[in-house]
C-alpha cells in the first residue's frame, strides 16, 4: 500500500505540468483564441524561472518571473491574432518556435547550474502516517496549487457572470459585440492568462520537479497540453484526469525500467506520445461530441466593425 501511495504522489506530480498548461488553453480556446504556442511559452517560463531563482537564490521569485515570462510571450500571439488578425493556427506555431529558440539561447549559461528547489511539503506528525500521510500531505506545493487552480477554473467558468461571457465571446463574439462586451479585450485577458499559466507549468518543471534547466526540458508536454483540451472536450473535471492519465504514462516508463523489463529505452520514451495519439485518434471518431462542445467561434478572427 506504501509503494501504490508513493505512486500515485510520483503520478500527481509528473501531472502537474500538464494540468497548468492545458487549464490555461483550456480557457483561452473557451474565448474562441486557439493559441498552439504552449510548448514555448512552458519552455520560457522555465528559462526565466530558472534564471530568477539561481540569481536571487529564491525559487518563489522564479514561479513569479516564469508566469510573468509567459504572460509576456503570449502578448505577442494576442497582438499578432487579435489586433493585427494574423492566422492563429500559423502565429501559433511561430510562437512555440519563438519560445524553443529564446529558452535554448538565454539558458545557455544555466545548464550546470544547481539550485535548491521547491521541496515537497512535510508536514508534522500528518506526512508521517501511513497511506494517508503520502497522499495528502507529502505533495509539492505546487500540486496543491494546481489543484486549487482547476477549482478556481471550474466555478468561474460555470458559476460566474464573466465565465459566461467568456463562454459567449467564444460562442458568438458577433452577439457578445451587438449587447456591449469588449470582445477583444476579453479575448486578451483570456490568451494572457492562458500564457501564465504555462509559464507556470514551465516553472513547475524548472524549479520544483527537477529542478534544473536543460534545453528542451518540456520534452513535448505543451503540444500534450493542447491535445488534453480536445481529449478533455473542452471540460475542466475531464482536463484534471486527462492530466493525470498522462502523467501516469509518463511513470509507466521509468516503473518498466525499475522492473527490468527487456524493452528499448527509445520505446519506453514514445509511450506518452502514442498514448497522445491513440486517444486522439479514438476521441475523433466522435466527431458529433467535439462538435457540441467546441467554442463555434475557435480559431476564428474578430472585427469589432465587422
Not at 467564444?170 to 504555462?198: D, N
Amino acid at each position: 500500500m506504501d509503494q501504490f501511495a508513493q505512486l500515485i504522489v510520483l503520478t500527481l506530480a509528473a501531472g502537474t505540468p500538464l494540468v497548468y498548461a492545458a487549464l490555461g488553453e483550456l480557457v483561452t480556446e473557451k474565448s474562441g483564441v486557439l493559441n498552439l504556442g504552449v510548448e514555448g511559452m512552458m519552455l520560457v517560463g522555465a528559462v526565466a524561472s530558472f534564471a530568477v531563482a539561481a540569481t536571487t537564490k529564491s525559487p518563489w521569485l522564479g514561479v513569479g518571473a516564469g508566469i510573468l515570462a509567459g504572460a509576456a510571450v503570449s502578448m505577442i500571439f494576442a497582438v499578432l491574432a487579435l489586433s493585427l488578425m494574423s492566422n492563429q493556427v500559423a502565429t501559433g506555431l511561430a510562437l512555440s518556435l519563438f519560445g524553443v529558440g529564446l529558452s535554448a539561447f538565454l539558458g545557455l549559461e544555466y545548464v550546470s547550474v544547481v539550485i535548491e528547489g521547491i521541496r515537497p511539503l512535510a508536514v508534522p506528525g500528518l506526512s508521517d502516517l501511513p497511506i494517508v500521510g503520502k497522499l495528502l500531505f507529502a505533495h509539492n506545493p505546487l500540486v496543491y496549487l494546481s489543484l486549487a487552480l482547476f477549482a478556481a477554473v471550474h466555478w468561474f467558468l460555470y458559476r460566474t457572470r464573466a465565465g459566461l461571457v467568456v463562454r459567449a465571446v467564444g460562442e458568438s463574439p458577433q452577439s457578445a459585440h451587438a449587447i456591449g462586451y469588449p470582445v477583444i479585450a476579453i479575448r486578451y485577458m483570456a490568451v494572457l492568462f492562458g500564457g501564465a499559466c504555462s509559464g507556470l507549468a514551465g516553472a513547475y518543471l524548472a524549479v520544483a520537479y527537477t529542478p534544473l534547466w536543460v534545453e528542451g526540458m518540456t520534452a513535448g508536454r505543451g503540444w500534450i497540453a493542447l491535445a488534453l483540451v480536445v481529449f478533455a472536450t473542452w471540460k475542466p473535471w475531464r482536463v484534471l484526469a486527462g492530466a493525470y492519465l498522462f502523467g501516469g504514462v509518463t511513470l509507466a516508463q521509468f516503473q518498466a525500467q525499475a522492473l527490468g523489463l527487456e524493452m528499448p529505452s527509445q520505446f519506453l520514451s514514445m509511450l506518452p506520445y502514442v498514448a497522445t495519439i491513440v486517444v486522439l485518434a479514438i476521441i475523433s471518431r466522435d466527431a458529433t461530441t467535439i462538435r457540441l462542445n467546441a467554442p463555434a467561434s475557435l480559431g476564428k478572427p474578430f472585427h469589432a466593425g465587422a
